[in-house]
């Protein structure tokens, strides 16, 4: 079936499990591209493609976290009739988690496992003054003394900067602008990660997404700053497939017994 949402550098329709990677600001599939290498075939890579960007240059791109978390579940709930994770690093753990209690609440699916790296939870949103209504200049400047990570391309190119700016700006405006009015529990497993050198977000930052789930939560720390799953992507997907096939065997151990349970009484 045919998706503009989605990318499958490796299309596997029997894997058991479909992880779906949302990116950072200004980011695409491109960043996940590597994953399929080290991923188990146990897992079906699933990359998410924001309007805006790369493939979808052309297409608009969005301003409301929520929005976008609503039109994206709308379109990944076909994919979603096997078990399924979510993984999303800094602006994706936002929409990740959004997507997730959307998903939830609308539709009653649950993420096997939710992985959110790199970003503080909502409720610890940064006070710093906003970014996204800056001039062009003023806008990457900012933003990459605060994140790095600004190419050098696009203060070179004006046309490549003319072509990325306005979904780079869309998304810093998204991740600024979302709020949430309560905490929200999930039922799935939490992993939050981050980089060691990551003056950002900091260990204690992401401890505090276990205020997110009523399952299980964990941290894993890894040698990088904001951007280490570029630096390091191998021990990160070796994580990320530990924590799947953890979250299954304890799965399967709970119907297990419950179904032993059934049959003795």
């Not at 990318?7 to 990116?23: E, I, M, Y």
């Not at 700016?165 to 998204?174: E, G, K, T, V």
């Not at 981050?194 to 977000?201: F, H, I, P, S, T």
Request: charged residues 25%; hydrophobic residues 40%.
């Amino acid at each position: 079936m045919s998706n503009n949402w989605l990318s499958r550098p490796k299309p596997n329709p029997d894997a058991p499990l479909r992880l779906f990677c949302l990116p950072y600001a200004g980011g695409g599939v491109s960043i996940f591209r590597r994953w399929v290498t080290y991923l188990p075939d146990t897992v079906e890579l699933c990359s998410v493609q924001l309007p805006g960007r790369e493939t979808r240059i052309s297409d608009e791109p969005f301003t409301d976290l929520r929005n976008l978390a609503s039109a994206l579940a709308d379109a990944i709930r076909p994919e979603l009739k096997r078990p399924f994770a979510l993984f999303g690093h800094s602006m994706g753990a936002l929409v990740s988690y959004e997507l997730a209690r959307q998903l939830s609440t609308q539709y009653g699916l649950i993420p096997e496992h939710l992985f959110l790296s790199g970003r503080r939870p909502p409720h610890l949103q940064t006070k710093e003054p906003p970014l996204h209504t800056l001039g062009d200049r003023d806008f990457l400047l900012a933003l990459d003394r605060r994140y790095g990570g600004v190419p050098s391309i696009m203060w070179q190119n004006d046309e490549f900067r003319s072509l990325m700016l306005p979904a780079l700006r869309a998304d810093i405006r998204l991740v600024e602008t979302y709020q949430l009015a309560t905490i929200e529990p999930l039922s799935c497993p939490i992993t939050a990660y981050g980089g060691l050198e990551d003056r950002l977000v900091e260990r204690e930052d992401l401890a505090a997404w276990s205020k997110y789930t009523s399952g299980s939560f964990a941290i894993r720390m890894f040698a990088g700053d904001h951007f280490y799953l570029n630096q390091a992507p191998v021990p990160l997907c070796d994580s990320v497939a530990d924590e799947l096939r953890r979250t299954r065997s304890k799965r399967n151990n709970i119907a297990n017994q419950e179904n032993h349970s059934a049959f003795v009484h």
